[in-house]
């Protein structure tokens, strides 16, 4: 579950986005994605983690350049600079030998498996499924960007069962008979 709530910021995003503006969904969601660093920091039972402070990062540092900076007003430019983000957020977890599913993955099971090459492996494969979600997400919003004339539908029907894919696969996986 904390896994999820962790793309609530990706979630505002969208939706302030749509309903408001590019401007306004990239500052809440670099509200949101402090204030979840936030709780993280202040518990005792968690740690801040690579998802977070990237996309803290990632929302902040789009905001500031949206505000101030000359980034185009589109949507689909806001979509797809965020999508890109988390892409490269979750390869560089993944090169850094941290996939950012590990973080989620000890929180809920036993210390004495966190070190087990099965552990690692299968977080290796959830968050490579992860990073196949935004490409493809990515490469919809490239779609979009550069064929205008193709219904923003197509871009929000492929990004919903990207993530819904990504999201099944993640609660059978860990659990599959081997």
């Known amino acids: 579950m904390n896994t999820l709530l962790a793309f609530a910021p990706f979630l505002v995003f969208a939706l302030v986005d749509r309903l408001v503006s590019p401007v306004a969904g990239l500052t809440s969601g670099a509200l949101i994605a402090a204030a979840l660093a936030v709780r993280d920091a202040m518990s005792r039972n968690r740690k801040v983690k690579v998802l977070e402070v990237g996309t803290l990062i990632l929302f902040g540092a789009l905001a500031i350049y949206a505000l101030f900076g000359k980034m185009p007003a589109s949507i689909i430019w806001a979509r797809l600079c965020v999508d890109a983000g988390l892409l490269l957020i979750v390869l560089v977890s993944m090169a850094v030998r941290c996939p950012f599913t590990l973080q989620y993955a000890r929180e809920g099971n036993a ?20 990073a196949a979600a935004f490409a493809v997400m990515v490469a919809a919003d490239l779609v979009m ?34």
């Open 111 to 130: 210390e004495t498996l966190w070190l087990e090459p099965e552990f690692i492996r299968v977080n290796y494969v959830i968050t490579a499924v992860w």
């Open 145 to 178: 960007f550069y064929m205008p004339n193709v219904p923003i539908r197509i871009g929000i029907w492929t990004t919903i069962i990207a993530i819904y894919a990504a999201v099944k696969f993640t609660s059978w996986y860990p659990n599959r008979k081997s």
